[in-house]
Nanobody, 119 residues
Framework: QVQLVESGGGLVQPGGSLRLSCAASGTIISINLMAWYRQAPGKQRELVAISTSGSTNYGNSVKGRFTISRDSAKNTFNLQMNSLKPEDTAVYSC??????????????WGQGTQVTVSS
């Protein structure tokens, strides 16, 4: 019922910046958790950034370069990526949890968006 759709992926050069967005649709009472994960070929899925009402944390490889933020009015959250490196190339997926309109908790994933960092 609640769905997430990512946008903003694409091809960028090393050192460049990119902003990803995750838009939630459906009847939502609240979003209590928002996160970004990524998975590159041959590697395990890793946490990029996660934010709850109590804290915000980043993976070690992106600290100081990536920032997660929320637009409450639009049920949208973003990932600002700066100083991109080729090692950041991966499929990025958003994840959100909260309370839907039928009072059930939800935890859903977006479909993923490709980010490629290359000269």
């Amino acid at each position: 019922q609640v769905q997430l759709v990512e946008s903003g992926g694409g091809l960028v050069q090393p050192g460049g910046s990119l902003r990803l967005s995750c838009a939630a649709s459906g009847t939502i009472i609240s979003i209590n958790l928002m996160a970004w994960y990524r998975q590159a070929p041959g590697k395990q899925r890793e946490l990029v950034a996660i934010s709850t009402s109590g804290s915000t944390n980043y993976g070690n490889s992106v600290k100081g370069r990536f920032t997660i933020s929320r637009d409450s009015a639009k049920n949208t959250f973003n990932l600002q990526m700066n100083s991109l490196k080729p090692e950041d190339t991966a499929v990025y997926s958003c994840n959100a949890g909260g309370l839907s309109g039928n009072m059930n908790r939800f935890l859903v994933w977006g479909q993923g968006t490709q980010v490629t960092v290359s000269s």
